[in-house]
């Protein structure tokens, strides 16, 4: 089975904090995603990578950055943490490219920013 | 562009009746649509996916919904519905030949089981 580890379930953090998200997959997949999941919103996508140090902008990635350094790591990066990120957060991985593959989903990591 | 867009963000049925999600797209090219469902703290998984071909599909759990072009919808149904159902549910579309990167997903519908 493909597992998707984020490293952090719930996170607090003041405004102005850097944040890091973490994101680890076990199964060699090319493609990883960051997802923001709000109430009403639904999930949107903030970046995504199709390869090591490869990254593409998402549909909101204004006040977010990504690494990927490593196949199997991806993580989010919030340089100032500001009280509107306050929501939760979705890794997602999936293989190959142009193909419509399944996601895989972490279970999610929820922040908080005071 | 392309959208999707869920009828209802919040459905009750009773234990045993039939489910019924709905979801309307929008896509300029042919679409892949999916059905996502999310239980209670966890991650989202694949219900079932529409490509290609039959346009009936059958997913996980009893689940299976219907591509119909015309309507442009991909209507989620399950003829009797479980408490293990209870879940949120997540309608999403994607370009055709552009795979998970161009995935676009609906808001969402909350499906609550009524014992």
């Known amino acids: 089975d493909v597992k998707v580890t984020q490293s952090s379930r719930y996170l607090v953090k003041r405004t102005g904090e850097k944040v890091f998200l973490e994101c680890v997959q076990d199964?060699?997949?090319?493609?990883m995603f960051w997802y923001r999941q709000d109430p009403g919103l639904g999930l949107r996508l903030i970046y995504f990578?199709?390869?090591?140090?490869?990254?593409e902008k998402g549909d909101i990635p204004e006040g977010y950055s990504v690494s990927r350094e490593k196949k199997e790591r991806f993580s989010l990066i919030l340089e100032s943490a500001s009280t509107n990120q306050t929501s939760m957060y979705l890794c997602?991985?999936?293989?190959?490219?142009?193909?419509?593959?399944?996601?895989?989903f972490g279970e999610g990591s929820r922040l908080t920013v005071l | 562009a392309q959208s999707v867009t869920q009828l209802g963000s919040h459905v009750s049925v009773s234990e045993g009746a039939l489910v019924l999600l709905r979801c309307n797209y929008s896509s300029s090219v042919p679409p892949y649509l999916f059905w996502y469902v999310q239980y209670p703290n966890q991650g989202l998984q694949l219900l079932l996916k529409y490509t290609t071909g039959a346009t009936l599909v059958k997913g996980i759990n009893g689940f299976e919904a219907e591509f119909k072009k015309s309507e442009t919808s991909f209507h989620l149904t399950k003829p009797s519905a479980h408490m293990s159902d209870a879940a949120e549910y997540f309608c999403a579309v994607s370009r055709a030949n552009f795979g998970n990167e161009k995935l676009t997903f609906g808001t969402g519908t909350r499906l609550t089981i009524i014992p």
């Open positions: 990578s199709y390869d090591v140090k490869m990254k």
């Open positions: 199964m060699d997949h090319e493609n």
């Open positions: 997602a991985t999936a293989a190959g490219t142009g193909v419509a593959g399944e996601l895989f």
